[in-house]
């Protein structure tokens, strides 16, 4: 049997898609038809259903499927080692956004450089790096969206709770009153956020106060890095991760506005192709991160 063949198939039954599998092998779409029913006639029974979206594998694709898998994964294995040059040194290709990865993946990967591991690291949205893990651009994504679908798998690796904070000088100005509803803090105070649509101070009014924020972004920097900075320096108030603030909170550089009873929360995804965890250096990577975690 046609190991590209298998390939192909493989791919399909993962990405649960023509169109996705294309994408991911090179090919052109007619052409994974064109292999996929080859395959079937190879074989004599039919492997996929097609549907409106996409396709579902029958049983004897699924068994196929669990069979192969594993063998054209220890072969892939074996090649990118040989073409690496140097089989005791692997390249891991992480994507996520800047600041979390900046601040708390790279230092829990950063051991594993000296057991042989090597790694590259490229910032995006989760639609951005969700998409280069697909199409094969990554080998590990960490997001705040969990992905659909056969093609991408998500574990939840840790909550980030949200902290509205302020320089102490704007903090002095408020009273209890104020800060029992947001549209009263937000016509006081000017708004540092990462883009014009507000995301994370709209999450944090909709969770706590359970309304909308009337108010325009006074400072708009895409990184929260950046938010942290300008709002320790008196632009306006902010909604940060308490990770990234927390410093900066013990140097009464920012201060909390408000210390809610059930503090807002966003869930870090760690994604992978499905069956890229069976590359040893991809799976070391993915255990480090989720061990890392458990004290985040």
Partial sequence: MDLALLRTFVTVHRAGSFTRAAALLGLSQPAVTGQIRTLERQLGRPLFLRQARGVTPTTIGDELAQ????????????????????????????????????????????????????????????????????????????????????????????????????????????????LRTGHVVLEQLPVVEVHETLPLVSRYWHSVFESRPAAAGAVIAPDLRAVLEATAAGAGLAVLPRYLCEEALAQGRVVALLEPPVPPLRTYFLVVRTGTLAHPHVARAHECLLRAAAEW
Avoid: K, N
């Fill in 67 to 178: 069979r192969a898998a594993p063998h054209l994964d220890a072969l892939l294995e074996i090649t990118e080692a040989e073409l690496d040059g140097d089989s005791a040194v692997r390249t891991v290709h992480l994507t996520g956004p800047p600041e979390f990865t900046a601040l708390r993946a790279l230092p829990a990967l950063t051991p594993l450089t000296g057991q042989g591991l090597a790694l590259r690291t490229s910032f995006g949205t989760a639609e951005e790096s969700l998409d280069g893990l697909a199409a094969g651009r990554h080998d590990i994504a960490i997001t705040t969206a969990r992905p659909r679908g056969g093609l991408l798998s998500a574990t939840a690796l840790c909550d980030e709770e949200h902290v509205l904070v302020a320089a102490p000088r704007w903090a002095a100005r408020l009273g209890p009153d104020d």
